[in-house]
């Protein structure tokens, strides 16, 4: 039934939308490492391969844009000592059994990356790609996409998968809309496998690429699956957030050759004993906060601290970012006077360290359905190393695509049509309703982000909890009156769904922890707790979402 494509079409108001349905034994949604390993090894099991992604598989994704870094044990540093290291900067609430994998598999799996053209430099814990600036992660990318081309995988972009269809109790594929074309497309898959990244764009403040909009974790909630420890979401402490300039990180040398300081001139982390080079790795969640409380005080300067860059001042943590600095200086500080006016800085949302929940090999608790990367919890804990999380997407990506291919052999094929259907009567829905009757999705999307960042950022409180899930309340009420007159609007409604969803996780999940750990920081209880070593399940249950606590899985 390899590449078997049906064709229909349904309108109820006029509109002709086109609706498609594909097979293929392993779906793999989602175009960044995680997805381009999982299909790789998919494909390396002999079975059929579709991998769908909303932009050019290896761009537009967060891989694209990361430093291009990993950490692992590689030389000097052994399993043992990698699995303790992320396990402590998790603050213990890491999956044991998912450390101990990653720290067991990384050395072999990073290395494998060579034999697919992936120029791969280590050292003492640590290894590196390195692309065109600001993209350095294209160095992994764009080698994984031509090795995954090459071996027979088919590639499919421009497309949002909105959501998985189930038979019984099992997934069966997904459905998605093409945004060029306001297409409806039915996969019909044996297995799937969800790689589709985070949700940082529900902030207003974010360093992640505009389609990172949290498909994956809104699909998997509605389809059953356990979703866990959505309250940490990492934010990256040295973020540009100059009005009129896009927003992008300082690499944390940058920022140390200049003097990061408050309205008052003081240089507020180094009087509390930390160095943006020396701590970046193990404490981005403890600068981040010590940056966001300046400006929570009213210390900073247009909710911003404010980095001095007049006289660069080399130290041994930054003597190699003196290139990247001046990359920065003429990409996009050119038409700023340096010598007379200071950058404004401040925390951007950078990772999601929770996600769907996964035994070792990618499985979810629903049949069918597999994750890796980014989209999965219980790797990182409270808080991820720098350099883990593409580490976490070569390991768990392999570990997934073997995985999905095994159980595709073994499964066969059930229709989709029906979910199909009944996402062309929502688009068809969305294009019906009077132009003036409610907000555009773009509208909608703005007041979200504003307030996740003033609510449910860096420093949390009951107050402004409950101030989100008002305005949640809100946001949810003018969805259902949203208007979507053409395809890329439709595509922008489709996201702002799977945002809210994300967002309420998140911030039920942040209300439920009364304790502050890692990323997660409340005002009214602003120590950790021992009572707290539990990780939080978000979970579907009928039309409710349904919150419990659990153990920390240990190790065997």
């Known amino acids: 039934m390899r590449n078997k494509v049906h064709a229909s079409a349904f309108g109820e108001t006029g509109d002709r939308t ?80 998912l450390v101990e994998t990653m720290s067991r598999d990384a050395r072999s799996r990073l290395m494998e990356l060579r034999e697919f053209g992936v120029k791969l430099e280590t050292g003492d814990g640590t290894a590196s790609v390195s692309g065109p600036f600001p993209m350095n992660g294209t160095g992994l990318t764009f080698p994984l996409v031509d090795f995954a081309r090459t071996s027979g995988v088919r590639m499919m972009q421009n ?45 207003a403040r974010t360093d992640t690429p505009v389609g990172t909009t949290g498909e994956g974790y809104a ?19 040295f973020g540009l957030v100059e009005q009129g300039l896009p927003m992008f990180l300082f690499n944390p040398g940058v920022a140390e050759m200049g003097k990061l300081v408050n309205n008052r001139g003081e240089e507020f982390l180094k009087a509390a004993g930390f160095s943006p080079g020396r701590d970046f790795v193990q404490h981005r969640d403890t600068l981040s906060r010590l940056i966001w409380k300046e400006i929570h005080e009213g210390r900073g300067d247009q909710d911003a601290a404010l980095l001095d860059l007049r006289a660069p001042r080399p130290t041994q943590y930054s003597l190699n970012m003196l290139g990247e600095l001046d990359e920065i200086k003429r990409k996009w500080l050119s038409k700023f006077d340096l010598a007379a006016r200071n950058l404004h ?11 769907v929940e996964i035994d070792e090999d990618g499985r979810t608790d629903v049949p069918g359905l597999y994750a890796a990367g980014e989209v999965t919890g219980g790797i990182d804990g409270a808080n991820r190393l720098g350099g883990n999380a593409l580490t976490n997407t070569i390991v768990f990506g392999a570990r997934a695509g073997r995985a999905a291919a095994q159980h595709a052999k073994t499964s066969g094929f059930e229709h989709v049509d029906s979910w199909a259907r009944e996402l062309q009567e929502h688009v068809a829905e969305l294009r019906s309703r009077p132009a003036g009757a409610g907000s555009r999705p773009q509208e909608i999307r703005r007041r979200l982000q504003r307030m996740m960042v003033r609510n449910v950022g860096v420093i949390r409180s009951k107050e402004g909890l409950q101030s989100a899930f008002d305005c949640l309340r809100e946001l949810r009420n003018d969805l259902s009156r949203i208007h979507a007159s053409n395809s890329w609007e439709l595509g922008a409604a489709l996201e702002v769904e799977a945002m809210l969803t994300v967002a309420e996780m998140v911030a039920r999940c942040a209300s439920e922890r009364t304790e502050s750990r890692g990323a997660h920081y409340r005002l009214d209880y602003p120590n950790e707790s021992e009572s707290w070593l539990k990780n939080i399940i978000v979970q579907r249950s009928g039309q409710e979402m349904r919150i419990e606590r659990r153990e920390v899985i240990q190790a065997p």
């Open 219 to 237: 699909m998997a909630y509605g389809a059953g699956a356990r979703i866990m420890d959505m309250e940490f979401v990492q934010f990256f402490p």
């Open 18 to 97: 086109a609706m498609k349905t594909m097979n293929a034994d392993v779906l793999v949604i989602g175009g960044g490492a995680a997805g381009l390993r999982a299909a790789i090894e998919a494909r390396r099991s002999m079975v059929d391969v579709l991998l769908v992604s909303k932009t050019p598989p290896g761009l537009g994704n967060c891989t694209a844009y990361a430093g291009g870094g990993f950490q692992g044990p590689l030389g000097k540093l052994t399993p043992e000592e990698h699995f303790q290291r992320t396990v402590k900067g998790g603050k213990f609430l890491n999956n044991r059994k």
């Open 159 to 203: 497309l949002i998968a909105v959501r998985l269809c189930r038979a019984g109790n099992r997934v069966v594929g997904a459905v998605g809309f093409n945004r060029l074309n306001g297409e409806v497309l039915g996969f019909q898959a044996k297995s799937t496998i969800l790689a589709s990244g985070g949700a940082g764009q529900i902030y």
């Open 345 to 355: 800085i401040a925390p951007l949302a950078h990772y999601f360290m929770g996600g």
